[in-house]
């Protein structure tokens, strides 16, 4: 009687420990997933701060194609290219950066303060994205979640090459 009790309350000890770790890993994946979210809309704002410093005064023609051109495909790149078209973007920033501190306009250096303040906020979303990435593989790789399949049918989170670039 006392055997049965006993495998009966680490049957229910151990079906708790799944669920918990079910829940920990759902949680995990909502929180890779709103990180995402927040990095996707400052990306879709930095491309759109690119099209208003490529469409103000003080940008020559041949910086002006550019940058509108990469950031065109950065908004409008699908997931599989995302990676591709935010690098461009941060290099055509990078290359015109120069040219770009000599505007003595008041809204040219608003667009620019509003440009380096975007590149902040993208870093720190960058680094909350990968650390999110990175804790979800790690749980995800322990014999439990395997075995039991607690992932069900999510997709594995993945960090992207733009990620790396310096921005």
């Known amino acids: 009687m006392k055997t049965g009790l006993t495998l009966g309350i680490l049957l229910l000890v151990f079906l708790w420990y799944l669920s918990f770790s079910a829940t920990r890993l759902d949680r995990l994946h909502h929180r890779v997933e709103t990180s995402w979210a927040n990095l996707d809309g400052l990306l879709q704002r930095r491309a759109a701060v690119a099209l208003e410093l490529a469409h103000s005064e003080f940008a020559d023609p041949a910086s002006s194609l550019l940058l509108t051109a990469t950031a065109y495909q950065a ?37 620019l303060s509003e440009l380096a303040e975007l590149t902040a906020k993208i870093r720190v979303a960058i680094a909350i994205h990968v650390d999110a990435v990175t804790r979800t593989r790690s749980v995800r790789s322990k014999i439990v979640f395997k075995f039991f399949r607690l992932a069900g049918t999510a997709p594995l989170p993945m960090t992207y090459d733009f990620e790396d670039d310096a921005l």
């Open 75 to 111: 908004r409008a790149a699908s997931i599989r290219d995302r990676s591709f078209a935010e690098s461009g973007l941060s290099g055509a920033l990078a290359l015109l950066q120069s040219d770009l501190a000599t505007g003595t306009n008041p809204a040219e250096r608003a667009l």
